[in-house]
């Protein structure tokens, strides 16, 4: 029996087949299904969960940071940004939830993110060793919760 699935790491997508032969697993192979970058531009999309990552090191000591997915309408993929969590109209926090509902709060229950339709602008950055990533650098509302 061959079982197939999709797994998402970071913003790289693989294919999973486990070969499994009298309940016993056999073997576990990831396929690479091209480069899993997100195209530049814009994406209509749903915020698909909101997580926290307590006690992130940054270069003045620990802060928590959110983790965001945002799954992209007509395509089976995520795209994953993360912000520290600091609720300002200069941090990309508030910028993101500032565009996403058109003004910023003076709180927010981040459980309310979830499910909101919109759409984000992704640019590719890239590091010094090469490496290149999709980051959201834009999140406009589109009005709706699915």
């Not at 940054?58 to 089976?76: C, I, Q």
């Not at 339709?117 to 919760?145: L, Y």
Request: with cysteine; charged share 25%; hydrophobic share 40%.
């Amino acid at each position: 029996m061959v079982v197939t699935g999709i797994l998402g790491v970071g913003v790289r997508w693989l294919q999973v087949r486990t070969f499994i032969k009298e309940e016993i697993l056999v073997s576990y192979v990831l396929k690479r299904r091209g480069n899993g970058l997100v195209a530049e531009g814009w994406h209509d999309t749903v915020i698909q969960g909101v997580d926290v990552e307590h006690g992130v090191q940054v270069y003045w000591g620990e802060s928590d940071r959110l983790r965001v997915s945002f799954a992209l309408e007509g395509e089976d993929r995520t795209l994953i940004q993360r912000y520290l969590a600091h609720l300002a109209s200069t941090s990309e926090l508030g910028k993101m939830v500032g565009g996403l509902l058109g003004r910023l709060p003076e709180e927010l229950d981040i459980g309310n993110l979830v499910n909101m339709k919109c759409r984000i602008r992704v640019a590719h950055g890239k590091g010094k060793d090469g490496r290149v990533w999709a980051n959201v650098v834009e999140v406009q509302s589109r009005g709706q919760r699915e």
